[in-house]
């Protein structure tokens, strides 16, 4: 089966990317390099440099290559940012989400996966989410993927194009061989800042805010194995073979808070880790935990590296290997 990765070069891409050469997909990985890095792509794939905001680009991609499948990470993706510059997500995500799926429709694929979030829960009735909540984009970031969503409700009904939106909550951890990893320039998420800090690339961790209605005060997440995740569309990707398209929301349905993340980094690195207690950061809900019991009824998923301490242990793995990220001279 050949498939199309777009953003593989980045986090959660390159990793979905190792793993389906490693099952004897046929890749082909599309990435402007913006925020990801050539060497994090698996030396099998077809690498192809591109933005999907160049159509004509686009076009010659399908032109070179027939896919089977598609896979969708390419995007803008942080919550903070698309409040500043809307227009990068409003407009920049949806315009590379719409070249990509009219060259998809024209060539007939009938399989794509979507990277989606848990920022279109922004208003939760229940905690942990369920994947029926009603829809509450955060951000311009989640109203991107929630465009993109929209998009793909379309492509289904008039193109017989089957899609499964994956809502991620925290992606964290790294590759358990320690050859790919996150990194981010600049880094924005909590568990490569608290390594950064072991490693005594800073001084110290600013905790965003303590006076939350939480256990201790500190905001509580739902942190996913990037390997999970990648199981995930693995899963998806072979069970779209039915026709049929799926929504699936992705965590462990286990909240750790902030707090209990710097505890477990102190363990599993043996170092001190300062932190200190600063300002909320605006626009953090308090707690946010994924329900993903339909994923795990439907196509049999389950977390295998769900526990904090695996998950830190193989992120301190990357991060001692590679201290500098993918710039690290070997
Ligand atoms: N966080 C923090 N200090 C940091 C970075 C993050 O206290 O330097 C907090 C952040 O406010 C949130 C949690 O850690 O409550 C996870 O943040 P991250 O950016 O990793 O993921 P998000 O939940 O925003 O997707």
């Not at 301190?316 to 290997?321: G, K």
Request: net charge negative; aromatic share 10%; with cysteine.
């Amino acid at each position: 089966m050949k498939v199309l990765v777009t953003g593989g070069a980045g986090y959660i891409g390159s990793h979905v990317t190792d793993m389906l050469i490693e099952r004897n997909y046929d890749v082909v990985v599309f990435d402007n390099l913006y925020t990801g890095h050539r060497e994090a792509v698996h030396p099998k794939a077809t690498f192809v440099q591109g933005d999907l905001l160049d159509k004509p680009v686009v076009d010659k991609l399908f032109d070179d290559h027939r896919f089977d499948g598609i896979l969708h990470f390419a995007s803008h993706t942080l919550v903070g940012e698309s409040m500043e510059k809307p227009w990068l997500y409003l407009r920049d995500n949806a315009v590379a989400g719409s070249n990509l799926l009219e060259a998809a429709a024209r060539q007939g694929v009938k399989r794509f996966i979507l990277s989606s979030t848990a920022n279109l829960f922004d208003d939760p009735e229940k905690i942990p989410i369920v994947a029926e909540e009603r829809i509450v984009p955060g951000s311009p970031y989640g109203e991107s993927k929630y465009i993109i969503e929209r998009y793909l409700h379309w492509m289904e009904r008039i193109y017989g194009m089957a899609y499964c939106c994956l809502r991620y909550f925290n992606a964290s951890g790294a590759h358990p061989n320690g050859h790919i990893g996150e990194d981010h320039t600049p880094e924005y998420h909590l568990i490569p800042i608290i390594l950064q800090v072991a490693l005594g690339q800073r001084e110290k961790l600013t905790i965003f805010g303590n006076d939350y209605a939480t256990k201790d005060g500190t905001c509580i997440r739902d942190y996913i194995h990037v390997m999970d995740l990648a199981e995930a569309h693995i899963l998806a990707l072979e069970a779209l073979a039915d026709g049929k398209s799926r929504k699936y929301n992705l965590g462990n349905g286990k909240g750790y808070s902030i707090m209990e993340v710097i505890q477990t980094a102190r363990d599993v690195t043996g170092q001190t880790i300062p932190a200190t207690v600063g300002a909320r950061r605006p626009g953090d809900p308090g707690t946010l935990i994924a329900d993903s019991t339909r994923i795990q009824n439907e196509l049999g998923w389950h977390p295998e590296f769900g526990n904090l301490r695996t998950i830190i242990e193989t992120a301190w793995n990357w991060h001692q290997s590679h201290p500098q990220g993918y710039a690290t001279k070997k």
